[in-house]
């Protein structure tokens, strides 16, 4: 390609990226003059709280945790779950009792000829370089500020960046304007970081996983606002029962990606069924690395020790049905699966990966943490936990009482007292 062209192209692409971001502030302007011109709550009607979700009807973390939360809160507030699109007849995981789900843009059924069309242009709402921008689309955007113009908020919750940063720029002062981060700062790209900065101040409150987030956004925000405080998830009810010691089963949990560094972990058991052939290392979920793994588990012919389980419905039978549980992520946020393990009676053995697993296990108490990404390291603690029946039945039972500091009323009970604190009841 000769310079002239070359140079013409990126004089093109730096236009079309002022266009966008020019289409998307005026997008944000008319929304938010919108939503004020929406009246307030009447007296003595009870406060609604909308929290914002991708999909209400997928698997993840994220997901369960909104739900869990959003059924506590059912019990004292209205409260609605606003799915911004649905592409599943059936939700993922049951929707609590006292919750009402609306999903904005509804894939599941027959589209009109606008929304045929308005589907094939671009988002203006969330930013193109999202890793959901590609989920999403003008129709999206259309559905998502019908839903939030004809339903009354006082608190309106994200769940993610991308949907903190639109509550902060749409919602009016009239409604309460929280954000939860469920990962962790060092995980976001720079343009998100930017973008973060440059919006959050707007925010009423900032919930974060751990302590080491509330330092790193205070420090990343540097101002009054918003104000940031440490809320950890709480662990929901499980089936199955308490963990059983003597199962010689390791488990794992989490979408197949390369966050959860199940590469790793493959690599790291290559190491341990030599020595520990009757035992079983099971990795539940599903995702965009299951083929690479599966060609992993051959290499290494650990056909016989590490299976693959697909998606559960019932992780809490499933962690019943082990004695140890394993994290191998690159990075996190809170970890859930760690709690849940917790919970059960299940010692974990970590890396000590940003953020959360350090706030969760005490090493050599309740769990087991090793350097992050040492892969050595951790066939060495899985080797050990194995081999020493008194060291695993002790770390489990210091785990089930650490986890009761996450039980949901405990947690719900924070939710509560910071909601009547933002809203004055």
């Known amino acids: 390609m000769t310079g ?7 004089v093109s692409r730096r236009t079309a990226g002022r ?6 502030r005026s997008a944000l302007l008319l929304l938010r003059l919108l939503l004020a011109l929406r009246g307030r709550r009447g007296r003595g009607e009870r406060v609604r709280i909308r929290i914002l979700l991708q999909t209400a009807y997928g698997m993840g973390g994220t997901i369960r945790t909104a739900l869990n939360l959003a059924g506590h809160l059912a019990a004292r507030y209205d409260v609605e779950i606003i799915s911004v699109i649905r592409n599943a007849e059936q939700p993922f995981f049951a929707f609590p009792p006292g919750v009402t789900v609306i999903a904005a843009d509804d894939r599941t059924g027959p589209q009109g000829p ?11 709402l969330t ?3 999202d890793v959901t921008a590609k989920s999403v689309s003008l129709w999206t955007d259309l559905c998502l500020a019908r839903t939030l113009l004809t339903g009354r908020q006082d608190v309106l919750i994200g769940t993610k960046p991308v949907h903190n940063m639109l509550i902060a720029e749409v919602a009016p002062r009239s409604v309460v304007k929280v954000g939860q981060d469920h990962m962790n700062l060092t995980a976001y790209k720079p343009w ?3 973008g973060i900065a440059r919006s959050y101040p707007r925010l009423d409150l900032l919930t974060v996983l751990t302590q080491a987030s509330v330092e790193a956004f205070g420090e990343l925000l540097d101002g009054d606002r918003p104000r940031i405080v440490q809320v950890p998830n709480a662990i929901p009810e499980l089936n199955g029962g308490p963990a059983d010691p003597d199962q010689k089963v390791i488990i794992a949990a989490g979408r197949l990606t390369r966050q959860k560094g199940y590469d790793m972990l493959v690599r790291a058991y290559a190491e341990v069924a030599p020595h520990h052939p009757d035992w079983e290392l099971r990795i539940f979920g599903s995702g965009p690395k299951q083929e690479q793994l599966e060609r992993l588990i051959d290499r290494h012919d650990l056909h016989k020790h590490v299976r693959l389980m697909g998606r559960s419905t019932d992780l809490g039978v499933e962690l019943a049905r082990a004695s140890v549980c394993v994290l191998s992520s690159r990075f996190e ?4 699966v760690i709690l849940e393990a917790m919970s059960k009676g299940l010692p974990t053995v970590a890396f000590d990966c940003p953020t959360g697993p350090a706030e969760l296990i005490t090493h050599e108490v309740d769990g087991l943490l090793v350097p992050a990404e040492d892969v050595p390291a951790l066939a060495a603690a ?3 936990i194995i081999a020493d029946d008194e060291l695993r039945r002790r770390l489990g039972e210091r ?4 986890a009761e500091a996450y039980a949901l009323p405990v947690v719900g009970a924070r939710w509560e007292e910071l909601i009547e604190e933002i809203t004055g009841r």
Do not use: D, F, N, T
């Not at 002239?4 to 990126?10: D, E, M, S, T, Y």
């Not at 266009?19 to 998307?24: C, D």
């Open 114 to 124: 606008v929304a045929r069309l308005l589907s094939r242009l671009p988002s203006v």
């Open 399 to 402: 785990a089930r009482r650490s």
């Open 127 to 129: 930013p193109r370089r």
């Open 333 to 336: 946020g809170m970890p859930m």
């Open 19 to 24: 266009l966008q971001r020019l289409v998307r």
């Open 4 to 10: 002239w062209r070359r140079k013409a192209r990126g």
């Open 192 to 194: 998100l970081q930017s």
């Open 382 to 384: 899985l080797r050990r």
